[in-house]
Structures are given as structure tokens and as C-alpha cells.
């Protein structure tokens, strides 16, 4: 795919070197000539120096044959303005704008913009850590006769295998995430306190689970 990525600061160079590693052809944009500096030294896209909505820079970029576009830079003004024409005056099929101020969402709404919001996802994704008390369902399959849990290993979980936490039955562990990094783990894989385990497993199974994890838990001694 030709994908143009507006906006060369941390995430704008991180998503252009990662789409570039997957063999798409990627074009940066930016401003500042040294915010190309960003960019791993094998990157192997293009990168057009100049203000996104300057005459010409866009085409320069690409933007006529471009299969997608991202509008990353820090400012919501220029990103959702850039997303607009992207998609209302050349036509491109995919267009994702970044939003930086929650407070300006609406602006990109107004466009009918696809928005990805870190500040907001964030502060959703540390208050369900913080308050899911260990456990929230995910997602439910058919008519919850299956579900997908993300469970927080607890304290009595740490340095035990996997197996001896998790057995294998109507409760399976499909992934791993340990210090911010997902894995595909093991039977024989050791649990650190902490870790977000992504179990599928039926409701029954995730009680039972639930119940094993509360008579693994020390209970605190009467005074």
C-alpha cells in the first residue's frame, strides 16, 4: 500500500518505520526538516519537507495514488483539516487522523474523520486497570456461552508456572502481557505479579478460576 504519514514527531516515526518494515511504501511529511531526524537510520521511505497545507506539498507526497493517510502531527487544527481534504478533494479510501486534545474531538467528528485519541484511550485503559478490581470481560462470543477476560495476575501468582495457574479445561490463557509486551505463552511460561493474562474461557470456568484465585490469596489475620 501507499500510505502518506503527516507529521514526523514519536508516533508519527514510529508508524512510518513500522509500516515501512511491513513492506509498505511510506511517505513522511513534516515541516522541520530535522524532525526527519526521528526516523531510524533504515527507514526506507520518502520523506517531502513542507506545511501539509502548503500548495503542492500533498501532491508531492503522493497523495492522488495514496491507498491511505495518517494525520499525526500536534496540532488538532492542521490534522483534521489535512484528514478533510485527504478524503474529500483526492479520494483517499482510508484516513486516520490523530487527536491530541480530547477537548477538540468533535472537530474531527464534524469531518466523519476515524480519530485515534491516546490521551482519552489512556485515561480509560489506567482507570479499568486501576478500578476492574483483577478481572473485566473483554469481549463475549454467541450468547456468552464463551468469553475473552483480561485477568491481573495478583501477588500469590508470582514466579508459578503457567499450567499450575491456569489448567488447561473450559479456561485457556491466549496471551501474555508482561511489562507492556504481549506474548503467546507456554504451558511451562512463569507468571509475574502484575502480568495481564487474556483468558478465553465459559463463564463457569472463569468462576472457578476466580474462586482458586481467592484460596491462593492470604487472607489478612484477625487482630
Known amino acids: ?41 533504515d527507514f526506507q521511505g520518502r520523506m517531502v519537507e513542507g506545511e501539509a497545507l502548503a500548495q503542492g506539498v500533498l501532491l508531492r507526497a503522493g497523495v492522488e495514488q495514496a491507498d491511505g493517510l495518517a494525520a499525526v502531527t500536534d496540532s488538532d487544527t492542521l490534522n483534521a483539516a489535512v484528514g478533510h481534504i485527504a478524503r474529500t478533494v483526492y479520494g483517499v479510501p482510508n484516513v486516520v487522523a490523530r487527536n491530541y486534545n480530547w477537548r477538540r474531538r468533535a472537530l474531527y467528528e464534524a469531518f466523519g474523520l476515524q480519530v485515534i485519541s491516546p490521551t482519552s484511550w489512556g485515561a480509560r485503559r489506567i482507570e479499568e486497570l486501576l478500578c476492574s478490581r483483577g478481572m473485566r470481560t473483554i469481549f463475549s462470543v454467541g ?81
Request: net charge negative.
Open 143 to 223: 450468547n456468552g456461552e464463551v468469553g475473552i477476560y483480561e485477568l491481573v495476575a495478583p501477588e500469590a501468582w508470582r514466579g508459578r508456572l503457567l499450567r499450575d495457574v491456569v489448567p488447561e479445561g473450559d479456561c485457556r490463557v491466549v496471551a501474555l502481557s508482561h511489562a507492556g509486551q504481549a506474548s503467546l505463552p507456554a504451558a511451562h511460561s512463569r507468571v509475574e505479579a502484575g502480568d495481564l493474562l487474556y483468558l478465553s474461557a465459559t463463564p463457569e470456568g472463569i468462576e472457578r478460576l476466580l474462586w482458586a484465585q481467592r484460596e491462593d490469596t492470604p487472607q489478612a489475620e484477625e487482630g
Open 1 to 41: 500500500m501507499n500510505i502518506i504519514v503527516v507529521g514526523c514527531g514519536r508516533v508519527g516515526a514510529e508508524l512510518a518505520y513500522r509500516l515501512s518494515q511491513q513492506g509498505h511504501q511510506v511517505t513522511v511529511v513534516d515541516q522541520e526538516a530535522e524532525s526527519f531526524e526521528n526516523l531510524p537510520s
